[in-house]
C-alpha cells in the first residue's frame, strides 16, 4: 500500500473508498446520500486519536504521519511526495508546509471534511 494510502485508510478506515467521491458530484439527486455516508470529518477522526493533543498534526507533515503511526522519516515523506506528484521534494521546511496541505488536499478530494486552511 502506498504511504498515502497508509494516511487514507488510518483516517477513513474501512470507509476508505477512492471511487465514491469522484463519482458523487456527477449525480443530480442521490449523491446527498450517498456523501452522508461516505465523507468523514477529518479534524474529529484525527483529534480522537490518542495523543493528538500532543502533536502538531494540523500543520506538520512529520506530526500527522507521527498520529497515524507512519514512519516521518526523511524517505517516507520524500516517497510521499513523489507519490503526490513532487518530484523535488528536499525537506525543506516549505516542503513539508506544502506536503502537509496536498495531503489535506488529497484527503478531502477523497471524501474528507476538511477545514479551508488546511488545504492548498
Request: charge should be negative; charged fraction near 25%.
Amino acid at each position: 500500500m502506498s504511504i498515502f494510502g497508509k494516511i487514507k485508510s488510518a483516517i477513513f478506515g474501512g470507509e476508505a473508498k477512492a471511487a465514491e467521491p469522484a463519482a458523487a458530484p456527477a449525480a443530480e439527486s442521490a449523491p446527498a446520500a450517498r456523501a452522508a455516508i461516505t465523507e468523514v470529518d477529518v479534524t474529529a477522526r484525527l483529534d480522537n486519536i490518542p495523543g493528538s493533543d500532543k502533536l502538531n498534526w494540523r500543520t506538520s507533515i512529520v506530526d500527522l504521519m507521527k498520529l497515524v503511526q507512519i514512519d516521518a522519516s526523511y524517505e517516507n515523506r520524500k516517497a510521499l511526495a513523489q507519490e503526490l506528484g513532487n518530484a523535488s521534494y528536499s525537506g525543506s521546511a516549505e516542503d513539508n508546509i506544502a506536503l502537509h496541505k496536498r495531503v489535506m488536499s488529497e484527503i478531502a478530494a477523497n471524501g474528507g471534511i476538511v477545514p479551508a486552511e488546511l488545504k492548498d
